[in-house]
């Protein structure tokens, strides 16, 4: 059974450092492209950053940068390293993960909320 698990969430002030992490369990890492994602309230959920299974990356404007993605195919996690956080990065964080042949999976979510 496929399971991703993200952890590393928190509360952080401005200007702050937070890295995420989500491990895939349960099949093959190596087979899926991994992505971030997160979603504020009241608002649609949106990219973060992905990576693919050769190592290329994609970054919203948002946080170009400011984080980086990144994947450890021996550990069977891909990361996020948020740094210069902001206000309006305050979000609940998922991790995507796709296979070759299209199959989705998300994570549970962790929150990252940026206050003072």
């Known amino acids: 059974q496929v399971q991703l698990v993200e952890s590393g969430g928190g509360l952080v002030q401005p200007g702050g450092s937070l890295r995420l992490s989500c491990v895939l369990s349960?099949?093959?890492?190596?087979?899926?492209?991994m992505g971030w994602y997160r979603q504020a309230p009241g608002k649609q959920r949106e990219l973060v950053a992905e990576?693919?299974?050769?190592?290329?990356?994609n970054y919203a404007d948002s946080v170009k940068g400011r984080f980086t993605i990144s994947r450890d195919n021996a550990k069977n996690t891909a990361y996020l390293q948020m740094n210069s956080l902001k206000f309006e990065d305050t979000a609940v964080y998922y991790c995507?993960?796709?296979?070759?042949?299209?199959?989705?999976?998300w994570g549970q979510g962790t929150q990252v909320t940026v206050s003072s």
């Open positions: 990576i693919d299974r050769v190592g290329i990356t």
């Open positions: 995507k993960a796709v296979r070759y042949d299209g199959d989705t999976d």
């Open positions: 349960g099949t093959i890492f190596n087979f899926y492209d």
